[in-house]
């Protein structure tokens, strides 16, 4: 009986059901084996040997699939069809090969399909090939590419830039890209114009709106009405002159559908319609292509089987009628200048079935389906049929001219099921308008004229999906990369989304300034998408993988050895120079931009610290002045804002933002009170009162009613809280601090003791991941005050914000030990065997993300 094997268990079981009891269906939970966090897993003398090993957690796997194989006589390697699947047969085969599980006449196979079902599965099986060679050293040289940049430069930001994490090699230049778009709205200096709109009437008494395209004979470019003055003028001669309509000009169009989904315009449009992040999008994804309800999803190919192309053609006929169905089906080629995993499109397997058709709970898989579903039966639909019109209006003396424009849809085509959504709204787009009968020597008239101020805008920040295009656009990437490479760069927290927008944070600004300072060639666009086409050279067997890695690496250790002899302070003077225009920008009053602002004496200048960096004076301790890099860097809001009982108090800027501080720094008070302002309140809006208030805090809210001891309210490093003896609640809004009461203040608490289930004898995991790889242990997820950790032994580490719980793995949990065991630098260490496990864990992890 031969022993299939997939990825997952839910897809296991999926296929298990298709195939029967013919066939053993296990999983290998994904990757079986990885490169070791130690020097030398990628050995650069000798031919770029890599030294593989068996994750912890992956034995168990390994082990029963090796059991399975006793009795049975085949395996076949079912794993997802793209470079990562491939390479994960190839993992397992030479796994079962080195532990003897595979005897010398056992039969091996790999078979691919692009979707769970019945027919897709029963069809793979009738055709089984071998490992694609060419496809697992495209993997390889990408895995040892990731290694050596993550496992060589990351020490050298530890050392040089206190704070950093770690550098991958793509995720360094898709930080580039969030940074240098901020620096782009930072230096953007926005321009007023003005335009003009007239309320116009028919004879009939129809409104339509139109606006001034032409004035004193001459046509209207965008900033021809600079300023206020210019407006008014430009109205009074609208309202001073008689208008008539002097063209009308209908012009038949159409609009044909989008494409398929590939996985890039499936985030994309995930992200738009739904908000949903890429992570969050893939993960649906795969449970819909695991319950065999969509293709696989991870592609950039955007062309459909034969049978799909059809089976949504008569779809599309059953349900809207034969008018919908274009006379030749559609055929789609894929664009993408590196469509590497280009397979089939992300389409549903069934194209009958929609949304209510099919049994799922989740909410996220449901909008997706319906996403996708709707997508499908679009792109084989007829086009739309509009009908464009365009109306001039003019004053006799020619000297005014308006125009309207809008359109009617006469057949909805496609649209009738989807219609593609836009990442920013087109301003003046007024074509979607719908226009009253207008003929042509009508008289206008005017029932208003409106002037409107504008001003040019900077460019957005990148939401997750336009960074997904742009990365796709530059050949960053590949479809199983887009997801992790910009959730790793949250996750590091040198990025920041803000309602759907991300903004870098100065840890992620100073990383990405030290690169493009010492490693520019390594972070460059064109480079990295050179490298990614030869990537793909290699898959297609064109090219010798270990050639490629060896003319990488002899750059690239060369700049490695020339910035590792560099001092941190000569690093430090180099950032300086190059944020200075940003850091140190002319003053209104022509003052030397550098001069400190609160002693006059010292001068202003970067320093490292571990968030990244801070700007400070060179009098340290003499003056304590400083403030954030990305902050103001005029008087950055400092100031007294009154005084209490014989103290100053003042608002001040300091390297984690602005805070409010009670009298001054002495030899006696070396530590005055201070409160950091809370997200979401103004520097600006700062009064006396507001600062004494926070100033207060914590607050005593009052004895609790069961114990009498007291419960008090207050702003930590996790936000709002209620506090009673050790238990902690977070509140949703700072101002509750301020006005919470006692009934309340014990619902919150109590809230809190029930999910936490307080009174058991030990919390139980909310996920297990196994013992230690190097020093043995339990290591778990626990539910914890300030929220879900990873506990091993004595140590607990707090998760990085953002991350759940489940999407926890054995390696990042082993990295949040060993950094958090380096810190406390007492106690047990992890693990006992190495002597520097933070960094070479750590390491690990830069080394894996793609």
Same mark, same amino acid.
């Given at each position: 009986m031969?022993v299939?094997?997939?990825?997952?268990?839910a897809?296991?079981?999926?296929?298990n059901?298709?195939l029967?009891?013919?066939?053993?269906?296990?999983a290998?939970?994904g990757h079986?084996?990885?490169?070791?966090?130690k020097?030398?897993?990628v050995?650069?003398?000798?031919?770029?040997?890599?030294?593989?090993?068996?994750?912890?957690?992956?034995r168990k796997?390994?082990?029963?699939i090796?059991?399975?194989l006793?009795?049975?006589?085949?395996l076949?390697?079912? *794993?997802?069809?793209?470079?990562?699947g491939?390479?994960?047969?190839?993992? @397992?085969e #030479? =796994?079962?090969r080195? %532990?003897? +599980? !595979?005897?010398?006449?056992t039969p091996v196979s790999?078979?691919?399909?692009n979707?769970?079902?019945?027919?897709a599965? *029963?069809?793979?099986?009738?055709n089984?090939?071998?490992?694609?060679a060419? @496809?697992? #050293? =495209?993997?390889?040289a %990408?895995? +040892? !590419?990731d290694?050596?940049?993550?496992?060589?430069?990351?020490p050298v930001?530890w050392r040089?830039?206190?704070?950093?994490?770690?550098?991958?090699?793509?995720?360094?230049?898709?930080?580039?890209?969030i940074? #240098?778009?901020?620096?782009?709205?930072? +230096?953007f200096?926005?321009?007023e114009?003005?335009s003009?709109?007239?309320?116009?009437?028919t004879?009939?008494?129809?409104?339509?709106?139109?606006?001034?395209?032409?004035?004193?004979?001459?046509k209207l470019?965008?900033?021809d009405?600079?300023?206020?003055t210019?407006?008014?003028?430009a109205?009074?001669a609208?309202t001073?002159?008689d208008?008539?309509?002097?063209?009308?000009?209908?012009?038949?169009?159409?609009?044909?559908?989008?494409?398929?989904f590939?996985t890039?315009?499936?985030?994309q449009?995930?992200?738009r319609k739904?908000?949903?992040?890429?992570?969050?999008t893939?993960s649906?994804?795969q449970?819909l292509?695991e319950?065999?309800?969509?293709?696989?999803?991870r592609?950039?190919?955007?062309?459909m089987?034969?049978?799909?192309?059809?089976a949504?053609?008569?779809?599309?006929?059953?349900?809207?009628?034969?008018e919908y169905?274009p006379?030749s089906?559609?055929?789609?080629?894929?664009?993408?200048?590196?469509?590497q995993?280009?397979?089939?499109?992300?389409?549903?397997?069934?194209m009958?079935?929609?949304?209510?058709?099919?049994?799922?709970s989740d909410?996220d898989?449901?909008?997706?389906?319906d996403?996708?579903?709707?997508r499908?039966l679009?792109?084989?639909?007829a086009?739309?049929?509009l009908e464009?019109?365009?109306?001039?209006i003019?004053?006799a003396?020619?000297?005014?001219?308006?125009r309207?424009?809008g359109q009617v849809?006469?057949f909805?085509g496609?649209?009738k099921?989807y219609?593609?959504?836009?990442d920013?709204?087109?301003?003046?787009d007024?074509?979607?308008?719908?226009l009253?009968?207008?003929?042509?020597?009508?008289?206008?008239?005017k029932?208003g004229?409106?002037?409107?101020q504008?001003?040019?805008q900077p460019?957005?920040?990148?939401?997750?999906?336009t960074?997904v295009?742009?990365?796709?656009?530059?050949?960053?990437?590949r479809?199983s990369?887009?997801a992790?490479?910009?959730?790793?760069?949250?996750?590091?927290e040198?990025?920041?989304k803000?309602?759907n927008?991300?903004?870098?944070?100065?840890?992620?600004?100073?990383?990405?300034?030290?690169?493009l300072?010492?490693?520019?060639?390594?972070?460059?666009?064109?480079?990295t998408?050179?490298l990614?086409?030869?990537?793909?050279v290699?898959?297609?067997?064109?090219?010798?993988y270990?050639?490629?890695?060896?003319?990488?690496w002899?750059d690239f250790s060369?700049a490695?050895?020339?910035t590792?002899?560099l001092?941190?302070?000569?690093?430090?003077?180099?950032?300086?120079?190059?944020?200075?225009?940003?850091?140190?920008?002319?003053?209104?009053?022509?003052?030397?931009?550098?001069?400190?602002?609160?002693?006059?004496?010292?001068?202003?200048?970067?320093k490292?610290?571990?968030?990244?960096?801070f700007?400070?004076?060179?009098?340290?301790p003499?003056?304590?002045?400083t403030r954030?890099?990305?902050g103001d860097?005029?008087?950055?809001?400092?100031r007294v804002l009154?005084?209490?009982?014989?103290?100053?108090?003042?608002?001040?800027?300091?390297?984690?933002?602005p805070?409010?501080?009670?009298?001054?720094v002495?030899?006696?008070n070396?530590?005055?009170p201070?409160?950091?302002?809370p997200?979401g309140?103004?520097?600006?809006?700062?009064t006396?009162e507001?600062?004494l208030?926070?100033?207060s805090?914590?607050?005593?809210?009052g004895p609790h009613?069961?114990?009498?001891?007291?419960?008090?309210?207050?702003?930590?490093?996790y936000?709002?809280?209620?506090?009673?003896?050790r238990?902690?609640?977070?509140?949703?809004e700072?101002?509750?601090?301020?006005?919470?009461?006692?009934?309340?203040a014990?619902e919150v608490?109590?809230?809190k003791?029930a999910?936490?289930?307080?009174?058991?004898?030990?919390?139980?995991?909310?996920k297990e991941l196994?013992?230690?790889p190097?020093?043995g242990g339990?290591v778990?997820?626990m539910?914890?005050?300030?929220g879900p950790?990873v506990?091993?032994?004595?140590?607990?580490?707090?998760?990085?914000k953002?991350?759940e719980?489940?999407?926890?793995?054995m390696?990042?949990a082993?990295?949040?030990?060993?950094?958090?065991a380096?810190?406390?630098g007492?106690?047990?260490?992890?693990?006992?065997?190495k002597k520097?496990?933070?960094?070479?864990?750590t390491?690990k992890k830069?080394?894996?993300?793609?």
């Amino acid at each position: 009986m031969p022993v299939v094997v997939v990825e997952s268990p839910a897809k296991a079981k999926t296929i298990n059901k298709y195939l029967g009891s013919d066939y053993t269906v296990l999983a290998s939970y994904g990757h079986v084996r990885d490169l070791p966090a130690k020097d030398g897993s990628v050995d650069t003398e000798n031919g770029f040997d890599m030294t593989w090993e068996i994750g912890a957690d992956s034995r168990k796997h390994v082990k029963a699939i090796a059991d399975a194989l006793k009795d049975d006589n085949a395996l076949i390697l079912a *794993t997802d069809p793209d470079r990562e699947g491939e390479a994960i047969s190839w993992h @397992l085969e #030479e =796994a079962l090969r080195k %532990r003897k +599980a !595979l005897k010398k006449d056992t039969p091996v196979s790999r078979v691919v399909f692009n979707a769970i079902t019945k027919s897709a599965v *029963t069809e793979a099986m009738k055709n089984p090939r071998e490992v694609d060679a060419p @496809l697992v #050293e =495209a993997y390889l040289a %990408r895995r +040892a !590419l990731d290694y050596l940049v993550g496992f060589n430069l990351s020490p050298v930001l530890w050392r040089k830039l206190p704070g950093a994490r770690s550098a991958g090699r793509v995720q360094s230049v898709c930080l580039r890209l969030i940074v #240098e778009r901020e620096m782009e709205i930072e +230096a953007f200096q926005p321009r007023e114009y003005w335009s003009v709109k007239a309320l116009l009437a028919t004879p009939r008494g129809k409104e339509f709106e139109a606006r001034l395209v032409s004035w004193a004979g001459k046509k209207l470019d965008r900033y021809d009405i600079p300023d206020q003055t210019q407006a008014e003028l430009a109205v009074q001669a609208i309202t001073s002159r008689d208008l008539t309509i002097s063209g009308v000009e209908a012009k038949p169009t159409s609009r044909n559908p989008s494409a398929p989904f590939m996985t890039s315009t499936l985030q994309q449009e995930a992200s738009r319609k739904f908000g949903m992040g890429a992570r969050q999008t893939m993960s649906a994804a795969q449970r819909l292509y695991e319950a065999g309800l969509i293709t696989y999803m991870r592609t950039d190919g955007i062309d459909m089987a034969p049978e799909a192309v059809h089976a949504a053609r008569d779809a599309i006929k059953d349900r809207y009628g034969a008018e919908y169905v274009p006379d030749s089906p559609r055929m789609y080629k894929n664009k993408a200048k590196n469509a590497q995993e280009a397979h089939e499109c992300i389409r549903p397997t069934d194209m009958t079935r929609d949304a209510s058709q099919i049994k799922i709970s989740d909410a996220d898989q449901r909008k997706l389906y319906d996403l996708i579903w709707k997508r499908t039966l679009a792109c084989q639909m007829a086009a739309a049929r509009l009908e464009r019109t365009t109306v001039e209006i003019e004053s006799a003396d020619k000297q005014v001219g308006l125009r309207a424009t809008g359109q009617v849809v006469l057949f909805d085509g496609f649209l009738k099921v989807y219609e593609e959504g836009r990442d920013d709204s087109a301003s003046d787009d007024d074509d979607d308008n719908r226009l009253p009968q207008i003929d042509q020597g009508d008289k206008a008239e005017k029932r208003g004229v409106t002037p409107e101020q504008h001003f040019t805008q900077p460019p957005p920040r990148y939401t997750e999906a336009t960074l997904v295009k742009k990365m796709e656009e530059l050949g960053i990437g590949r479809p199983s990369t887009y997801a992790s490479i910009v959730t790793t760069i949250q996750d590091r927290e040198y990025v920041r989304k803000d309602k759907n927008r991300l903004i870098p944070e100065d840890k992620g600004r100073i990383v990405t300034i030290f690169l493009l300072n010492f490693f520019r060639k390594y972070v460059g666009y064109e480079f990295t998408a050179n490298l990614e086409e030869e990537l793909d050279v290699i898959s297609a067997g064109e090219a010798d993988y270990k050639k490629v890695l060896a003319d990488f690496w002899r750059d690239f250790s060369a700049a490695i050895a020339e910035t590792s002899e560099l001092r941190t302070a000569e690093v430090i003077d180099k950032l300086d120079e190059a944020l200075a225009p940003m850091l140190y920008p002319p003053r209104e009053d022509g003052s030397d931009p550098r001069a400190c602002p609160l002693c006059g004496e010292g001068r202003l200048n970067l320093k490292p610290s571990r968030s990244g960096g801070f700007v400070g004076c060179s009098r340290y301790p003499e003056c304590r002045y400083t403030r954030p890099i990305s902050g103001d860097a005029g008087e950055a809001g400092d100031r007294v804002l009154g005084e209490d009982n014989g103290d100053e108090i003042s608002l001040r800027s300091g390297r984690f933002g602005p805070y409010v501080q009670r009298g001054e720094v002495t030899e006696d008070n070396k530590k005055p009170p201070r409160a950091s302002l809370p997200k979401g309140w103004s520097p600006d809006d700062m009064t006396l009162e507001k600062a004494l208030t926070l100033l207060s805090l914590p607050r005593e809210v009052g004895p609790h009613p069961d114990d009498g001891e007291p419960v008090e309210a207050g702003i930590g490093r996790y936000g709002p809280f209620v506090k009673h003896g050790r238990l902690y609640a977070n509140l949703k809004e700072v101002d509750e601090v301020f006005t919470i009461g006692m009934n309340r203040a014990v619902e919150v608490l109590a809230q809190k003791a029930a999910s936490r289930g307080q009174g058991r004898a030990a919390a139980k995991p909310l996920k297990e991941l196994g013992e230690h790889p190097e020093s043995g242990g339990p290591v778990n997820v626990m539910d914890g005050r300030y929220g879900p950790y990873v506990k091993w032994d004595k140590v607990n580490a707090t998760l990085p914000k953002g991350t759940e719980p489940d999407d926890v793995t054995m390696e990042m949990a082993v990295e949040l030990i060993a950094e958090k065991a380096a810190k406390k630098g007492k106690g047990r260490k992890a693990p006992a065997k190495k002597k520097a496990p933070a960094k070479k864990t750590t390491a690990k992890k830069a080394a894996a993300d793609k």
